[in-house]
């Protein structure tokens, strides 16, 4: 079974420009995540989606990021403009549902570093 | 206002011998109860889990345990094993949340050979 993809590995970027995050979450999977994981901290979640429906995004600071599931498969995950305390690791999980307990499946991460 | 806490950044063990890590919350919520693993550059894995009904759940090396009147879980591993030096997070799920985790901050595990 394939994993959970995610692109890129790395970004740097200055402070007030733009950047997008993409993940492709495991076949068959209805339910997806977006994590951001500050350096010495836990993950933290930012959004959650269920098919292509928002099931959370009750800490997704919406002024600035955006998220889409279309088809409800792929995401994009999108910072514009970006702050220099963005910078962290992006975590993109899967699982297949969203009610009873159903295990993650993370992707390796998009690490972004703000200059 | 951290709801799953990991005061312990990290931890040395000697190769063979048992490695503690301790998780404390603070939401009595919180109905299911989980370890990952993490590598540099990789993401997290599960390791294991506990459900709220439960006070200790074993597989293999790893075990966890559950103390609900102290909001307080920990995972033993014995032997620890130089490939268990890793980060590991303590996270929790509150009840009718859809599966959404919160996580500690880990700690970062070194076991030495």
């Known amino acids: ?115 | 206002d951290q709801q799953v806490k990991q005061n312990s950044p990290s931890l040395s063990v000697q190769e063979g011998r048992i490695s503690i890590l301790n998780c404390d919350y603070t939401n009595s919520m919180f109905d299911y109860f989980l370890w990952y693993k993490k590598y540099p550059a990789e993401g997290p894995t599960f390791l294991i889990s506990i459900s709220s009904i439960k006070d200790k759940n074993e597989d293999g090396r790893f075990t966890v345990f559950l103390n609900k009147s102290a909001k307080h879980l920990s995972l033993h591993i014995v032997p620890s094993q130089p490939g268990d030096s890793a980060v590991y997070f303590c996270a929790a799920r509150p009840s009718g949340a859809g599966n959404m985790l919160t996580f500690g901050g880990g700690t970062r595990l070194m076991v030495k050979p």
């Open chain 1, 1 to 115: 079974e394939a994993g959970v993809a995610q692109s890129p590995r790395y970004k740097i970027i200055e402070k007030r420009q733009s950047v997008a995050f993409w993940c492709n979450p495991i076949s068959g999977h209805a339910t997806l995540y977006w994590y951001q994981q500050i350096l010495g901290q836990g993950p933290k979640l930012l959004i959650q989606f269920q098919n292509n429906g928002v099931v959370d995004d009750s800490q997704l600071p919406k002024d600035r990021f955006s998220a889409e599931r279309l088809k409800g498969v792929d995401s994009t995950l999108k910072i514009q403009p970006a702050k220099l305390e963005d910078s962290a690791v992006y975590l993109c999980a899967s699982s297949l549902g969203k009610g009873a307990y159903y295990g993650y499946t993370f992707g390796s991460g998009t690490r972004l570093t703000v200059v």
